[in-house]
């Protein structure tokens, strides 16, 4: 049977660019969501983000 997966002489890493860091202050509390995510909602590459990974989302 001929295998369905190619194995290939490198790799690569994905790092999200919106980690979850970005709910918390640096002595671990939360940050009030409201605010993050009006501040996100300003951000061009997190709403691209958005786009690229759900259209639907977006539209809404």
């Given amino acids: 049977m001929k295998s ?3 194995h290939y ?3 690569v890493i994905r790092k999200p660019v919106f980690s979850y860091d970005i709910l918390f202050m640096q002595n671990g509390e939360t940050l ?3 605010e ?9 590459l997190f709403l691209s983000a958005i ?10």
Avoid at 36 to 44: F, G, M, R, S, Y
Avoid at 51 to 60: D, G, K, M, R, V
């Fill in 36 to 44: 993050v995510i009006t501040k996100l909602l300003k951000d061009n």
């Fill in 9 to 11: 002489n490198g790799y």
């Fill in 51 to 60: 786009y690229w990974s759900s259209p639907e989302l977006f539209s809404t």
């Fill in 4 to 6: 369905l997966y190619h």
């Fill in 32 to 34: 009030n969501l409201d």
